[in-house]
């Protein structure tokens, strides 16, 4: 069994997060498996051929992620008749559910296994289950799993009738209802209640326990000064008591769920008067059709306090990346890395926002600076026109990665980062990028955090020294990778032409597109 058993395969990288915890099962449970990263919609061809010869290949299932391509797994079933399970991802504004939908509905004939919205484990199980039938080691396997989760539930439930015995021990609770048949004999006035139910166990309507003795019968509610027939009762005044219900307690706070060493900072949501407020009321100050001068627009940018967190790039922390996604759904401004260099982001649907990176750049709207940074390439079908087929096998190679592609952009789209006809689009190869994306749902504008006559920013120090008390948030994560910008190709017209080369040499982008590229100068 040293060859791939299970097939993974992902439409974009940006789908690996939710996958990982899913291959790690895989890992723990010893099931061999190979991960693809092939698109429904940019490599359909070779999706359909690799799907042809799985069987052939000793593929016996299939984990598909469907994130923003959510025919993927459909498209996969449409071409094997191994079985195809699906994990929906939820890395669109509908967060999974259109793939949720689309994945159960698949037509007669080729069906889709699907699990819950990122549920990648269960995929891992479920699979293993499928190998157990013919492959008896996974059959121990999946045994010990079980007995394992029974365990832990277990001892959670014993931890529960610790923490509330009379809430969770029945031998506590007063109330219950008996066993029908036996309740007009136990409330016989002559039958003794602990002989029929002290051993049985059974807590009778009208009854209560003494100590661990028998059960005795419950006076039924009497107006007060009613006799009982009982001396000791009758001797006092009896009086109506409403017992008040106890009061439930506060919820815990996350100091006391949490030891301290595993709780995580608290981050503060931007306050109510942040950055946009502040430059909104700047700019509708001026009057109209003036640009306003640098020192103007510094003076009004002075009361913006510039947040950094140190991040992780192996395991960025959710908390952080939250607070970043939140300062950019404000109209704020976050600098994160990039594979390449540091980049200054807003969210290239707002205007405003657009308008005051290029304030604090210190750009103009025609120099064509802005890139648009997309975390999945699902999301170019709503930005550009066409993706010429010459360049999709560019795509599939460079992306993510430092490849900016010019395409010819929809009319009236994002014509607050460019009124051209044409838009700049990558995918960054950074896992704090990408994330951070995925949160946000939204293209991002980005430009490179860069003053005039200085090299691009490759590390967070250089950009606090440049950009502090003008933006929100950054996101240091230590030097960049490349330390060079992202080379540019411009897709419009054929032969294509470079316009930069950065990161990904000339004579690489020549070797693959060939005669449909010029030479480089």
Same mark, same amino acid.
């Given at each position: 069994?040293?060859k +791939?058993?299970?097939?993974?395969?992902?439409?974009?990288?940006?789908?690996?997060?939710?996958?990982r915890?899913?291959?790690?099962?895989? =890992?723990?449970?010893?099931?061999?498996? +190979?991960?693809?990263? %092939?698109?429904?919609?940019?490599?359909?061809?070779?999706?359909?051929?690799?799907?042809?010869?799985?069987?052939?290949?000793?593929?016996?299932?299939?984990i598909?992620?469907a994130?923003?391509?959510?025919q993927?797994?459909? !498209?996969?079933?449409?071409?094997?008749?191994?079985?195809?399970?699906?994990?929906?991802?939820?890395s669109?504004?509908?967060?999974?559910?259109?793939?949720l939908?689309?994945?159960?509905?698949?037509?007669?004939?080729?069906?889709?296994?699907?699990?819950?919205?990122?549920?990648?484990?269960?995929?891992?199980?479920?699979?293993a289950?499928?190998?157990?039938?013919?492959?008896?080691?996974?059959?121990?396997?999946?045994?010990h799993?079980?007995?394992?989760?029974?365990?832990? #539930?277990?001892?959670?439930?014993?931890?529960?009738?610790?923490?509330?015995?009379?809430?969770?021990?029945?031998?506590?609770?007063?109330?219950?209802?008996? &066993?029908?048949?036996r309740?007009e004999?136990?409330?016989?006035p002559?039958?003794d209640?602990?002989?029929?139910?002290?051993?049985?166990?059974v807590?009778?309507?009208? +009854? =209560?326990?003494?100590?661990?003795?028998? #059960?005795?019968?419950t006076?039924?509610?009497?107006?007060?000064?009613?006799?009982?027939?009982?001396?000791?009762?009758? +001797?006092? @005044?009896? *009086? #109506?008591?409403?017992?008040?219900?106890?009061p439930?307690p506060?919820? &815990?706070?996350?100091?006391?769920?949490?030891?301290?060493?595993?709780?995580k900072?608290?981050?503060a *949501?931007?306050?109510?008067?942040?950055?946009?407020?502040?430059?909104?009321?700047?700019?509708?100050s001026v009057?109209?059709?003036?640009?306003?001068?640098?020192a103007?627009?510094?003076?009004?940018?002075?009361?913006?306090? @510039?947040?950094?967190?140190q991040?992780?790039?192996?395991?960025?922390?959710?908390?952080?990346?939250?607070h970043?996604?939140?300062? %950019?759904?404000?109209?704020?401004?976050? !600098?994160?890395? @990039?594979? *390449?260099?540091?980049?200054?982001a807003?969210d290239?649907?707002?205007?405003?926002?657009v308008?005051? %990176?290029?304030?604090v750049?210190? !750009?103009?709207?025609?120099s064509k600076s802005?890139?648009?940074?997309?975390?999945?390439?699902?999301?170019?079908?709503?930005?550009?026109?066409?993706?010429?087929p010459?360049?999709e096998?560019?795509?599939?190679?460079?992306?993510?990665?430092?490849?900016?592609?010019?395409?010819?952009k929809?009319?009236?789209?994002?014509?607050?980062?460019?009124?051209s006809p044409?838009?700049?689009?990558?995918i960054?190869?950074?896992?704090?990028?990408?994330?951070?994306?995925?949160?946000?749902?939204k293209? %991002?504008?980005?430009?490179?955090?860069?003053?005039?006559?200085?090299?691009?920013?490759?590390?967070?120090?250089?950009?606090?020294?440049?950009y502090?008390?003008?933006?929100?948030?950054?996101l240091?994560?230590?030097?960049? =990778?490349?330390?060079k910008?992202?080379?540019?190709?411009?897709v419009?017209t054929?032969?294509?032409?470079?316009?930069?080369?950065g990161a990904?040499p000339?004579?690489?982008?020549?070797?693959?597109?060939?005669?449909?590229?010029?030479d480089p100068?």
């Open positions: 069994m040293a +791939a058993l299970v097939g993974v395969i992902l439409g974009s990288r940006a789908d690996f997060n939710v996958m915890r899913g291959l790690e099962s895989l =890992r723990m449970m010893g099931v061999p498996y +190979a991960l693809e990263f %092939l698109s429904a919609h940019r490599t359909p061809d070779r999706l359909a051929q690799w799907a042809r010869k799985a069987s052939d290949n000793g593929i016996e299932a299939i598909c992620g994130g923003g391509s959510a993927l797994a459909g !498209a996969v079933a449409c071409h094997t008749l191994v079985p195809v399970i699906a994990v929906p991802i939820d669109t504004p509908l967060r999974g559910q259109d793939a939908y689309t994945l159960v509905q698949q037509p007669l004939g080729t069906p889709v296994a699907t699990v819950g919205i990122n549920n990648s484990e269960n995929a891992a199980f479920l699979v289950q499928i190998l157990a039938i013919k492959y008896p080691a996974f059959r121990e396997v999946l045994a799993t079980r007995a394992a989760a029974a365990q832990r #539930l277990d001892a959670t439930g014993k931890e529960l009738v610790g923490e509330f015995p009379d809430l969770c021990d029945p031998a506590r609770t007063t109330g219950a209802s008996a &066993p029908r048949g309740e004999e136990d409330t016989d002559g039958s209640p602990g002989a029929r139910n002290g051993d049985s166990g807590i009778r309507p009208g +009854a =209560r326990v003494v100590g661990n003795s028998k #059960l005795v019968p006076p039924r509610p009497q107006e007060p000064g009613t006799p009982t027939g009982d001396p000791a009762l009758d +001797a006092e @005044t009896p *009086t #109506l008591v409403v017992p008040r219900p106890r439930y506060a919820p &815990p706070s996350d100091e006391d769920l949490a030891p301290a060493m595993f709780m900072p608290r981050i *949501t931007p306050t109510p008067r942040s950055a946009r407020d502040v430059v909104a009321e700047f700019l509708h009057e109209p059709g003036r640009r306003p001068m640098t103007e627009f510094d003076k009004a940018l002075a009361s913006v306090e @510039t947040k950094v967190f991040v992780d790039r192996a395991e960025p922390d959710e908390d952080v990346l939250s970043a996604m939140m300062v %950019l759904l404000e109209g704020g401004i976050v !600098a994160f890395p @990039t594979d *390449t260099v540091y980049g200054l807003v290239a649907t707002n205007a405003d926002a308008r005051r %990176l290029y304030e750049k210190g !750009a103009t709207a025609s802005l890139s648009i940074l997309i975390h999945d390439g699902g999301a170019l079908d709503g930005l550009v026109k066409e993706v010429p010459p360049i096998s560019v795509l599939d190679v460079y992306w993510p990665g430092g490849l900016t592609v010019i395409f010819a929809h009319p009236n789209v994002l014509a607050s980062v460019t009124e044409s838009i700049a689009i990558r960054p190869d950074d896992p704090i990028a990408l994330r951070l994306m995925a949160m946000v749902q293209p %991002l504008a980005v430009i490179n955090a860069a003053v005039p006559n200085q090299q691009p920013a490759t590390d967070g120090k250089q950009v606090l020294e440049r502090e008390g003008k933006i929100e948030c950054l240091d994560a230590g030097p960049c =990778r490349s330390g910008a992202s080379s540019v190709i411009s419009i054929e032969p294509y032409e470079l316009l930069r080369e990904i000339a004579r690489d982008l020549k070797r693959a597109l060939g005669d449909k590229m010029k100068v």
